[in-house]
């Protein structure tokens, strides 16, 4: 019989429902535990996502002493990636982090660091790697158009005043990199660099209601 891996969520936000509703759907993974700050929280998130069985910690170091966790999703601020990524790479678990994967190269450095002494898996979410448009995109390429030399790539994100009330709220702008490259434009960027393999020569933009 395949094995079934036991996945934890870290953060109980917006982009944590989207992550359990993926391993669920996936045969060979199962959401075994949420860890959040408030485990009122955790229970709510765990019931509104469909997995009411699920176990909630408060800390990750509570977390990742559960045997029945082979994977931990990391879906926090950025600013906690490195330090949970770092935790779970000595605890021996394989991981998913939310990008950014941290907001500086040191960190980042220390976080592949422990990951490769621990001999773990890794993947950032960069979820266009696997969108059927742009693999149809990349195959096009490659069988018609041959290799590229210029290309531009756009990001657009559907931002509102609420959206803006909240992400203040939330602390984004001290926590999470107050920078549109970092939060939001990587996409693009990922998607240039890692399909078509071409230089970035950025533009910022903004686009006010």
Partial sequence: ???IYGVMIVGTGWVSGEHIRAFSMNPYSKVVALVSRSEEKG????????VPDARVYTTIDEGLKDPDVDIVCICTPN???AEQTIKAA???KHILIEKPIALNWDDAKAMK???DEAG???LVGYVLHWNPLFL?????QQQYLGNLYYAETDYFHRVTESYQRMSERLGVRRYS???PEVRQRCHGQDRQQLRHHLPLHLQPASVRR
């Fill in 1 to 3: 019989m395949d094995k």
């Fill in 43 to 50: 229970r709510t998130k765990a019931l509104e996502c469909g």
């Fill in 79 to 81: 600013h906690l990636h």
């Fill in 90 to 92: 000595k605890a021996g």
């Fill in 113 to 115: 660091a422990a990951v």
């Fill in 120 to 122: 773990v898996k890794t």
């Fill in 136 to 140: 149809t995109a990349k195959k096009l």
């Fill in 177 to 179: 990199g107050d920078d």
